[in-house]
């Protein structure tokens, strides 16, 4: 099962919050994106693939 995270912050914060992703999901890890809005702040969308229980 595949889950989409999401996480908000400044564009000075986005390689901390990309490198704690790739720490916490690893090779898990499919798809991140970033996303700009209008005030600034980026968003954050981390896609990784869940074990099945």
Not at 11 to 38: A, F, N, R, T, W
Request: glycine fraction near 4%; hydrophobic fraction near 35%; include cysteine.
């Amino acid at each position: 099962m595949r889950i989409t995270l999401k996480r908000k912050a400044f564009l000075e914060e986005i390689p901390k919050v990309v490198e704690e992703l790739v720490k916490e999901y690893g090779i898990s890890l499919k798809h991140i994106s970033i996303e700009e809005d209008e005030k600034g702040c980026y968003t954050i969308w981390a896609t990784y693939e869940s074990p099945t229980s």
